[in-house]
């Protein structure tokens, strides 16, 4: 498969709790997002890497959200202390030009 | 701040019927994406519009861009159920000064009935 892929797939936590999901992106884009998206909404733009650099971080990312792409390769999203309100859809797409997502992690946070 | 609108929300058709769902945008902006979405699925690339008057097609959708009005358009010919989907449409936030993601629409929650 070349497509983007994320893992875990889903991850139910308990409020408190550290999480970290990872993206894998097509091998060839340079560049990697992360988004969130909640029911019934459209995706939100949290952050965005060119290679290993991160760019650029939406006032969506709270403190207690890290992102990581070490090797320019695959990445990583933390989310520390996990609230109730962290529950949604984390996706993760990559592009050269137009973005390709991936199928995304739900988080679960009791 | 971008933000884009997009109408309906909500949508139930009959099969064979055509509709047109609208996506405004209010800042400039010369790149615009429409993306489908499956139940519990990831998004699903459909057109990719980069300039005035672009215009694409595939099968019954169609999509065309009017960056003068900040206006794009999803036209559905003759719909079938397979194409009940939930579509967004996406914003090229750089393009207006911002960060280098997309600024979604709300979605149209489309259903095709028999």
């Known amino acids: 498969d070349t497509g983007v892929s994320q893992d875990p797939r889903h991850k139910i936590t308990k409020r408190g709790q550290n999480v970290t999901f990872r993206c894998d992106p097509i091998?060839?884009?340079?560049?990697l997002y992360w988004y969130r998206q909640t029911l019934g909404q459209g995706p939100e733009f949290l952050t965005y890497?060119?290679?290993?650099?991160?760019?650029?971080k939406s006032r969506l990312l709270s403190d207690r959200f890290s992102a990581e792409r070490p090797k320019g390769s695959f990445s990583t999203l933390e989310i520390q202390r996990t609230e109730q309100g962290d529950s949604a859809m984390y996706l993760c797409?990559?592009?050269?030009?137009?973005?390709?997502f991936g199928p995304g992690t739900r988080l679960t946070v009791l | 701040e971008l933000k884009v609108e997009q109408n309906p929300l909500f949508l139930s058709m009959q099969e064979g019927k055509n509709y047109t769902i609208y996506c405004n945008y209010s800042?400039?902006?010369?790149?615009l994406y429409w993306y489908r979405q499956d139940p519990g699925k990831s998004l699903e690339s459909l057109f990719v519009?980069?300039?005035?008057?672009a215009v694409k097609q595939e099968g019954r959708l169609m999509a065309s861009l009017d960056t003068k009005a900040r206006l794009s358009t999803l036209h559905i010919t003759a719909a079938v159920h397979d194409l009940s989907a939930t579509y967004f449409c996406?914003?090229?936030?750089?393009?207006?000064?911002?960060?280098?993601?997309?600024?979604f629409g709300k979605g149209t929650h489309l259903i095709i009935q028999p």
């Open positions: 797409a990559s592009s050269l030009g137009p973005q390709f």
């Open positions: 890497f060119q290679n290993e650099a991160q760019l650029e």
């Open positions: 091998s060839e884009h340079n560049r």
């Open positions: 800042t400039t902006s010369d790149r």
């Open positions: 519009l980069l300039s005035n008057g």
């Open positions: 996406a914003v090229d936030n750089i393009s207006g000064g911002g960060a280098d993601g997309l600024t």
